[in-house]
């Protein structure tokens, strides 16, 4: 078959697939839409941690770092050749795809420990009981739908605690649930596809993958080399959820006698060993085409925020950290949070590699990705969210100008300020879905500086 002369209806008509069609129908019409010349959706992974980035933490190790009240101007400076700060250091290799925000406020947020769905959605969330619109996420997923519209995953203080409603909503009064429990993600995302006997049947890590195993073999029967290749390609970027022992989709040779197992990471009630298959089943659903918006929340909103990193040797729950923060003549708070945040970068930068590793278009999966990195508490642990840190990397296709900056903006009410609204704009933007009014008005600044995106943001 000559997959470049057919319509991408046409060839996804003639496959012949079994029970696992709704889980390799989105990656196979990716395949279609590049033979066509087109390009996928722009994808978007947030990256929310719970108590706080100092903004210091994720400033250029070799740039001058200007406080914030005394920020008169926008400072736009290059971080190229600059090493990154401790916490950013996995990351160091994509130093060109990424851009360090300082300075956007969201004094409309409630601040304080957590400002839960208000972090991603810039309003007054009161703890998760006023939903007063769709968060970013949200809105995104909506937009631009996979299988699913959003898939939201995340570890909390409680251990046992299976969801959450903490930082993601759909709409107004609508709370995205927050995936807790990393087996449960599984079953939901991979486990739920299945059909007929499939679904009365299956385990889900075994039987949806025994017949994706079929439909694979098949689906390679009826396709070109080249498009055999990419498909290769997207296959073996499912591997090793959970740990690398444990394959969800492997090369072709190897699945023909591989049956992955179920590791111990999925019942784990150790925080690092959830969120590592948390990123991991993130990273295959974009790839795969299940979503294209994810959400990683760790230990983020009221009550449950305060996680205890014993995975890393840490005994102190970050809620201690955090008060810790305060104290300048003892350095052992700062250093445990740093260590704590560069676990997060380390995964988000195996995320990277692996979505690097995936054909697109004349680029890669990665090269169509946008990774967005804060915190729900802003910049101080007991926040008054004068300042919102952001890490942003990757361009959209190029549509977004991240590569390797630090903008500082003035400071809070200064000419030029901006809110992280603006942020989300500037998102919005690169979606091909503009907008200008996401969110809600800090009623004590200008209009202005909550509308439209960060001009020095888009291409």
């Not at 601040?111 to 208000?118: E, K, R, T």
């Not at 390609?233 to 492997?250: C, I």
């Not at 903006?409 to 200008?436: E, S, V």
């Amino acid at each position: 078959m000559n997959l470049n002369s057919l319509q991408r209806r046409q060839f996804l008509r003639r496959l012949s697939l079994g029970a696992s069609a709704p889980a390799l129908a989105p990656l196979l019409n990716q395949i279609a839409l590049g033979a066509e010349g087109k390009t996928a959706p722009v994808r978007f992974l947030f990256v929310v941690e719970g108590n706080s980035v100092p903004p210091k933490q994720i400033h250029p190790a070799d740039l001058p770092f200007v406080e914030r009240e005394k920020r008169k101007r926008l400072l736009n400076r290059s971080l190229l050749g600059s090493p990154l700060p401790t916490a950013l250091q996995p990351i160091q290799p994509w130093q060109d795809r990424l851009t360090v925000i300082q300075g956007l406020s969201g004094r409309m947020c409630s601040g304080g420990h957590s400002s839960d769905h208000g972090a991603l959605g810039a309003y007054h969330a009161n703890q998760g009981r006023s939903i007063q619109g769709p968060t970013i996420d949200g809105l995104l997923g909506r937009l631009h739908p996979g299988i699913f519209e959003n898939i939201v995953l995340g570890i909390s203080s409680s251990p046992n605690k299976a969801l959450d409603f903490n930082c993601s909503a759909a709409d107004t009064g609508r709370s995205l649930a927050t995936i807790l429990h990393p087996h449960i993600a599984y079953n939901r995302l991979f486990g739920s596809v299945g059909k007929g006997a499939a679904r009365n049947s299956f385990n889900a890590r075994r039987n949806l993958l025994h017949h994706m195993q079929q439909d694979i073999k098949r689906v390679q029967k009826q396709i070109g080399g080249v498009e055999r290749e990419k498909l290769d390609a997207y296959l073996q970027a499912f591997e090793s959820l959970g740990s690398k022992s444990q394959k969800l989709l492997a090369a072709r040779a190897d699945l023909q006698k591989v049956v992955p197992r179920a590791t111990d990471k999925y019942e784990s009630t150790v925080e690092t060993d959830r969120l590592d298959p948390h990123f991991e089943l993130a990273t295959a659903a974009l790839i795969g085409g299940l979503t294209n918006t994810a959400t990683i929340a760790s230990g983020v909103g009221f009550p449950n925020f305060s996680v205890t990193f014993s995975g890393l040797g840490i005994d102190q729950a970050k809620h201690g950290i955090g008060h810790g923060l305060y104290n300048a003549d003892d350095r052992t708070a700062w250093d445990l949070s740093e260590k704590i945040r560069a676990f997060h970068f380390g995964l988000i930068a195996r995320t990277m590699k692996a979505l690097e590793r995936v054909p697109e278009g004349d680029g890669t999966v990665l090269d169509r990705t946008v990774i967005v990195y804060l915190s729900d508490g802003a910049e101080t642990h007991h926040s008054r969210c004068y300042e919102w840190p952001f890490v942003v990397i990757g361009n959209a296709g190029g549509r977004l100008k991240t590569e390797g900056r630090c903008l500082e903006f003035p400071d809070y009410g200064r000419p030029g300020h901006q809110t992280i609204n603006t942020m989300y704009n500037t998102l919005l933007h690169a979606a091909g879905t503009p907008r200008d009014d996401f969110g809600f008005l800090d009623p004590n600044l200008d209009k202005a500086m909550h509308r439209g995106p960060i001009q020095s943001l888009l291409s």
